[in-house]
Nanobody, 120 residues
Framework: QVQLVESGGGLGQPGGSLRLSCAAS????????MGWHRQAPGEQRELVAL???????KYSDSVKGRFTISRDNAKNTVYLQMNSLKPEDTAVYYC??????????????WGQGTQVTVSS
């Protein structure tokens, strides 16, 4: 089982920056794809950014050019650098990790969610 601990959320100002972190711990062989989703009130949970084990990335259109996803494999951690924040970025952000158990199967694990509020 893997545990995901998110940090870095909180209040940001329009045009400002926040950096989210998600650290994985527990028993697993390796982490494959890692990503971030977000869910605003009354909205469906949507993919924000994803990074594969090979370093390929993809972003939602709404955050392209503003957000950057990265990972530190030595720390089993994925980051989301959020620049040029907009009020519409306000949402609960969830870390998502594909866990390779080393036993010929994998599963997805989700963080508890961290609130990001962008307001002046």
């Amino acid at each position: 089982q893997v545990q995901l601990v998110e940090s870095g959320g909180g209040l940001g100002q329009p045009g400002g920056s926040l950096r989210l972190s998600c650290a994985a711990s527990g028993t697993f062989f390796r982490l494959n794809a890692m990503g971030w989703h977000r869910q605003a009130p009354g909205e469906q949970r949507e993919l924000v950014a994803l990074i594969t084990s090979g370093g390929s990335t993809k972003y939602s259109d709404s955050v392209k050019g503003r957000f950057t996803i990265s990972r530190d494999n030595a720390k089993n951690t994925v980051y989301l650098q959020m620049n040029s924040l907009k009020p519409e970025d306000t949402a609960v952000y969830y870390c998502n990790v594909e866990v390779d158990t080393g036993s010929y199967y994998s599963y997805n694990s989700w963080g508890q969610g961290t609130q990001v509020t962008v307001s002046s």
